[in-house]
């Protein structure tokens, strides 16, 4: 069975491949993004049509609110307290799905981003071959699937399955294709990828998508997997890969679902430990009791009085309430992650010591 889901699975990156070929990415990412387009595009006309204009006016309200109430701050707190700290790196954000926006917003100038989820790669076809009616449904759900990340600051994953498995913008890609427009990135090249179980590119069994785009960073490279993190998960070939970039890496974990808080997700967490010379994360993230202080120094921002709550309170850290009470953190403005209120957001920084 899982042989037959492989295959399935290839077949349909290939044909998402076949279907790129010959067409402009950076133009598909806009029209997705419901930005203008140049009147030499093969998508100019489509993006006269009713349906496109009013995604487009949606779009901007819908980046504008999340603009002021979550990225711009977020950039700017980058700026004051990462930054400095986080040049050319890769970035390693796992358990990310397609949420490309803080990874970007957070560390800048990465040179390689690499996230990982369990939800399908997908692609985008020939828009340039859709009706009025396709492109209004296609365009109507992709707002849908994201409309969470713009709320909230995080994907609800349940929600999200369903909303990828769209007839005409299925998985990730489209998302990670409209988040990047957003963020004034310039897509060059898309390229449907897979790892073998060593961690490199080839024929294997983890689907990928990687896509090299240019932002005022200069050049770079978006991977996205889909793969299983936990223990004995195909998750250890997108570990592999990321060695092969060096153990200088930054990492990021928010709305992590407190998944590295058990024994089930250890080697996830011990790669992060071992290969990120900076991390960024809020409670959800590797428990404080990891990062010994021999090796690493803390920062902590906002507030951390308990977790969300619900099936999460058994992961409530007694010891990251007595560290956030011994000092008097910086004050977040901004929502990261499960915590709807900025006031009760919390980050942690942590630098490697040696």
């Given at each position: 069975?899982?042989?037959?889901i492989?295959i399935?699975?290839?077949?349909?990156?290939?044909?998402?491949?076949?279907?790129?070929?010959?067409?402009?990415?950076?133009?598909?990412?806009?029209?997705?993004?419901?930005?203008?387009?140049?009147?030499?595009?093969?998508?100019?006309?489509?993006?006269?049509?009713q349906?496109?204009?009013?995604?487009?006016?949606?779009?901007?309200?819908?980046?504008?609110?999340?603009?002021?109430?979550?990225?711009?701050?977020a950039?700017?707190?980058?700026?004051?307290?990462?930054?400095a700290?986080?040049?050319?790196?890769?970035?390693?954000?796992?358990?990310?799905?397609?949420?490309?926006?803080?990874?970007?917003?957070?560390?800048?100038?990465?040179?390689?981003?690499?996230?990982?989820?369990?939800?399908?790669?997908?692609?985008?076809?020939?828009?340039?071959?859709?009706?009025?009616?396709?492109?209004?449904?296609?365009?109507?759900?992709?707002?849908?699937?994201?409309?969470?990340?713009?709320?909230?600051?995080?994907?609800?994953?349940?929600?999200?399955?369903a909303?990828?498995?769209?007839?005409q913008?299925?998985?990730?890609?489209?998302?990670?294709?409209?988040?990047?427009?957003?963020?004034?990135?310039?897509?060059?090249?898309?390229?449907?990828?897979?790892?073998?179980?060593?961690?490199s590119?080839?024929?294997?069994?983890?689907?990928?998508?990687?896509?090299?785009?240019?932002?005022?960073?200069?050049?770079?490279?978006?991977?996205?997997?889909?793969?299983?993190?936990?223990?004995?998960?195909?998750?250890?070939?997108?570990?592999?890969?990321?060695?092969?970039?060096?153990?200088?890496?930054?990492?990021?974990?928010?709305?992590?679902s407190?998944?590295?808080?058990?024994?089930?997700?250890?080697?996830?967490?011990?790669?992060?430990?071992?290969n990120?010379?900076?991390?960024?994360?809020?409670?959800?993230?590797?428990p404080?009791?990891?990062?010994?202080?021999?090796?690493?120094?803390?920062?902590?921002?906002?507030?951390?009085?308990?977790?969300?709550?619900?099936?999460?309170?058994?992961?409530?850290?007694?010891?990251?309430?007595?560290?956030?009470?011994?000092?008097?953190?910086?004050?977040?403005?901004?929502?990261?992650?499960?915590?709807?209120?900025?006031?009760?957001?919390?980050?942690?920084?942590?630098t490697?010591?040696?």
């Open positions: 069975m899982n042989r037959i492989l399935v699975t290839l077949l349909a990156v290939a044909a998402a491949s076949r279907a790129a070929e010959g067409v402009n990415p950076n133009d598909q990412a806009r029209f997705i993004a419901g930005l203008p387009l140049a009147e030499g595009s093969t998508l100019a006309g489509l993006s006269r049509d349906a496109w204009q009013r995604h487009s006016a949606d779009l901007d309200q819908m980046w504008s609110r999340l603009e002021g109430r979550s990225l711009a701050k950039r700017a707190w980058s700026s004051s307290f990462v930054r700290s986080s040049s050319s790196s890769p970035c390693y954000y796992f358990y990310s799905g397609p949420d490309i926006l803080y990874a970007k917003t957070i560390f800048p100038f990465a040179s390689n981003y690499v996230l990982c989820g369990t939800e399908p790669v997908g692609g985008v076809p020939d828009i340039a071959a859709w009706d009025s009616a396709t492109a209004a449904a296609a365009l109507s759900n992709m707002r849908r699937s994201i409309n969470n990340l713009t709320r909230f600051a995080y994907f609800i994953t349940k929600e999200m399955r909303d990828l498995n769209n007839n913008l299925n998985g990730v890609t489209p998302i990670l294709y409209l988040f990047l427009a957003r963020l004034g990135c310039e897509i060059t090249r898309v390229d449907f990828v897979s790892l073998n179980s060593n961690g590119l080839g024929s294997g069994g983890v689907p990928g998508v990687r896509i090299s785009f240019r932002s005022a960073a200069g050049a770079q490279t978006l991977y996205y997997f889909k793969a299983d993190l936990s223990n004995g998960g195909s998750g250890s070939a997108v570990m592999s890969f990321c060695r092969r970039m060096g153990s200088n890496g930054l990492g990021l974990l928010k709305a992590a407190y998944l590295m808080h058990g024994d089930g997700f250890s080697k996830s967490r011990d790669f992060l430990l071992t990120c010379r900076v991390i960024v994360q809020d409670d959800s993230g590797v404080l009791r990891y990062f010994g202080s021999d090796r690493w120094q803390l920062r902590f921002f906002g507030r951390y009085t308990n977790t969300t709550g619900g099936i999460f309170a058994k992961y409530y850290q007694s010891d990251l309430a007595a560290a956030y009470a011994q000092v008097q953190p910086a004050p977040l403005d901004f929502q990261i992650s499960y915590q709807f209120d900025p006031k009760e957001a919390n980050l942690m920084v942590a490697r010591a040696r």
